[in-house]
């Protein structure tokens, strides 16, 4: 039973995906024999694209559309079957149709795909073998027993897909208190410091996408203790974030010296042990047990600190262990919230809805998207040229006996952008070539049985793992579709060699194909750098006052400025695969990315001493102070059109700002600093944001 508690979501979601497909086989064999199964087996696999590890509202709102969108894309295709040339032309409308699908987001990845892989498999079967009509219909009834099938085994899974999202969110947070570890480790100004920031950035983008996944099964679930006590150690994890964030303040007053090595060592060290007590307690969320090793208080983690007494440093160490403590204390009321009564939520149930990402498709989004600027828009064209190429150039290569293979090396190759596309390119390759080798072990085999049970195996491999190893679902793709090919029309022979030029060949026409109406990320930098100034200073709006609570509205706006920053951060991601003279300029948007970090690390200590220490402070004066630094910080985030003046380095992060007495005694002071700071900081992110944005426009 602990082995089953195991099994992640994505790879439950394949088994599942790989049970009802071969339900349907068997079923279909059984009532209409074999060919006619095969025919629909074409159309249970596209609409099962679209079934990921989700709730069954999505569920029921995706696969539909996935086995629309198929059906449709193999009754074209089987209607210009006949006509060479006329197919290609409707190869690339299908192509274009499919891609302005992501019009309507990330929701839309799978579904976009569907279509494709339909006019791939149509394309697999042998010439006038069924008529057209006959072949949608066969398509159609695979498509809609998946559809059948996938709110069967979504009902059966969600509560534990439920759980596994929350342990993925812990998981996902634990994760980021390590990166966060090995960053404060490296040294600085190295390329580990730069690999290290690489990393922290990307778990900053996986645990945002953790967390939302959270929120949209655990918000969602019926009232009960169970869900009840979910809610609550969401909420704590979404809130543990900002406490993670404000760790990283002031640290960098200590200088570089080996006390300051040695200090900044000791709070990674913390944090690591941080770290494993969360990811202890995700591990006793997945198994259902009581947790082993709970989080122990972490003492004086600068008892033995190499720090003089007249030494100003010694100043600011009783505030950087007191954000240990707090993220310690955070982790263990977590962990105590595994096997306790559930705390009464902050937020009521419909409160929570607002939180829910949207889903739908609504038409409105889909016409924003035609325009020659819409990267949505420029892709789909991009990838109806590149996929109606590759087909005419499948019928006139040597081996024209299989020119769907070429399209869809370069449909599965073929991104958005160029980073992804490289990173395809080279998984594709190598998984391809690993299934043609599995598929020569298989062409010994002459069990129709046993071969369908490894197309089955290899069908659920291909979807459990797209998102988390492409290489072995290109591995495990390459012997579905041979196997595919095969089962239709086994005198047809695997036919290993064309399989490897075209998808070899696939992925250089996919790579050169980037380069069409290329949406290089300096297009969307005024964009995205407005948003995130707008974002933040809505954030800094709700956070800078007495009046802030801990409802909707801030909660609201803080989620909308880590989703702005956490777009900034894709781009700068993003461009490092992207051609020098049109890259951007990465330091000016880094400056931009860290100093909005900061700022929100900023905010979040401000919202906590307001929200925990309120008794402690002199009210008129902090409001008059807060309306003073909201009006600032609002003033300085104003996107203008030339630079604010200069920020000197040590304008306010001088270690002779800091207060004498410890945040523990008198807070005033503390807070006081806090907010002359996060002025500071509102106005470099203007100014790193005006620079960005001229060097960009001058290249």
């Known amino acids: 039973m602990t082995f089953l508690r195991r099994i992640p979501a994505h790879v439950l979601n394949g088994i599942a995906v790989a049970l009802g497909i071969g339900l349907i086989q068997f079923l279909i064999t059984a009532l209409a024999g074999h060919h006619a199964a095969q025919l629909a087996l074409s159309g249970a696999v596209c609409a099962s694209l679209a079934d990921v590890p989700n709730t069954l509202s999505r569920t029921r709102s995706r696969v539909p559309v996935a086995a629309v969108l198929s059906v449709a894309a193999a009754l074209v295709v089987a209607l210009l079957d006949p006509h060479p040339v006329a197919l290609g032309f409707g190869i690339g409308a299908i192509a274009f149709v499919a891609m302005m699908t992501m019009a309507w987001g990330a929701r839309a990845g799978a579904v976009s795909f569907a279509p494709i892989l339909a006019l791939v498999f149509t394309m697999a079967v042998p010439e006038s073998s069924v008529s057209p009509w006959v072949l949608a219909g066969w398509t159609a009834v695979g498509a809609a027993a998946y559809f059948v099938w996938s709110l069967a085994a979504g009902a059966v899974l969600q509560r534990r897909l439920r759980t596994l999202s929350l342990v993925q969110a812990l998981r996902a947070m634990a994760d980021l208190f390590r990166l966060r570890a090995a960053l404060l480790a490296s040294a600085p100004d190295s390329e580990q410091e730069a690999a290290a920031m690489r990393g922290w950035i990307a778990g900053e983008t996986a645990a945002a996408e953790r967390l939302q996944t959270a929120r949209d099964f655990v918000f969602i679930a019926p009232d009960s203790d169970t869900a009840r006590r979910n809610i609550a150690i969401l909420l704590r994890l979404i809130d543990l974030r900002d406490v993670l964030l404000a760790s990283r303040l002031d640290l960098d007053l200590l200088g570089n010296d080996n006390t300051a090595r040695w200090v900044l060592g000791q709070v990674s060290s913390a944090l690591q042990r941080i770290g494993e007590s969360l990811e202890a307690a995700a591990g006793a969320l997945r198994d259902g047990e009581v947790l082993a090793v709970p989080a122990s208080p972490l003492g004086d983690v600068f008892a033995d600190a190499p720090v003089a007494a007249h030494d100003p440093r010694m100043r600011l160490l009783p505030a950087v262990v007191g954000r240990l403590h707090n993220l310690n204390d955070d982790v263990a009321r977590i962990q105590a919230l595994l096997d306790a009564d559930p705390d009464t939520p902050v937020l009521s149930r419909s409160e929570l809805q607002n939180f829910v990402a949207p889903e739908g498709w609504p038409l409105a989004a889909l016409k924003a998207q035609f325009s020659g600027a819409s990267p949505v828009f420029r892709h789909a064209v991009r990838a109806s040229l590149a996929l109606g190429a590759a087909y005419f150039i499948g019928l006139v290569s040597p081996w024209a006996s299989h020119p769907h293979w070429l399209v869809l090396?370069?449909?599965?190759?073929?991104?958005?952008?160029?980073?992804?596309?490289?990173?395809?390119?080279?998984?594709?390759?190598?998984?391809?070539?690993?299934?043609?080798?599995?598929?020569?072990?298989?062409?010994?085999?002459?069990?129709?049985?046993?071969?369908?049970?490894?197309?089955?195996?290899?069908?659920?491999?291909?979807?459990?793992?797209?998102?988390?190893?492409?290489?072995?679902?290109?591995?495990?793709?390459?012997?579905?579709?041979?196997?595919?090919?095969?089962?239709?029309?086994?005198?047809?022979?695997?036919?290993?060699?064309?399989?490897?030029?075209?998808?070899?060949?696939?992925?250089?026409?996919?790579?050169?194909?980037?380069?069409?109406?290329?949406?290089?990320?300096?297009?969307?930098?005024?964009?995205t750098l407005g948003r995130t100034l707008k974002e933040l200073a809505d954030y800094a709006a709700h956070a800078l006052t007495l009046a802030v609570a801990d409802g909707v509205a801030p909660r609201l706006a803080r989620r909308r400025a880590y989703d702005a920053i956490e777009v900034l951060a894709g781009l700068l991601q993003r461009t490092g695969a992207e051609p020098e003279s049109v890259r951007l300029p990465v330091q000016d948007v880094a400056k931009v990315l860290d100093h909005g970090q900061r700022l929100m690390a900023h905010l979040s200590v401000v919202r906590m001493i307001l929200l925990r220490r309120r008794a402690e402070l002199d009210e008129p004066v902090v409001a008059e102070a807060l309306a003073a630094t909201a009006a600032s910080v609002a003033a300085s985030l104003a996107l203008h059109d030339t630079p604010l003046a200069p920020v000197p380095d040590d304008a306010a992060d001088g270690l002779s700002m800091l207060p004498v007495e410890a945040p523990a005694r008198d807070v005033m002071p503390w807070l006081l600093r806090r907010l002359h700071v996060l002025e500071t900081d509102a106005r470099r992110i203007q100014q790193a944001a005006s620079e960005a944005l001229g060097k960009a426009a001058r290249r």
């Open 409 to 527: 090396g370069v449909a599965v190759v073929l991104r958005g952008n160029l980073e992804q596309t490289l990173a395809r390119r080279n998984a594709r390759v190598l998984g391809t070539l690993v299934g043609c080798v599995v598929v020569v072990g298989l062409a010994l085999v002459h069990s129709p049985f046993l071969l369908g049970a490894v197309f089955l195996l290899a069908v659920g491999t291909a979807h459990a793992f797209v998102l988390q190893r492409y290489w072995l679902t290109a591995t495990a793709a390459t012997v579905m579709a041979l196997l595919q090919a095969h089962l239709v029309h086994p005198a047809g022979g695997f036919a290993i060699p064309e399989r490897v030029a075209d998808t070899v060949l696939g992925a250089a026409l996919a790579w050169a194909f980037s380069y069409v109406l290329p949406s290089w990320e300096r297009r969307s930098l005024p964009g």
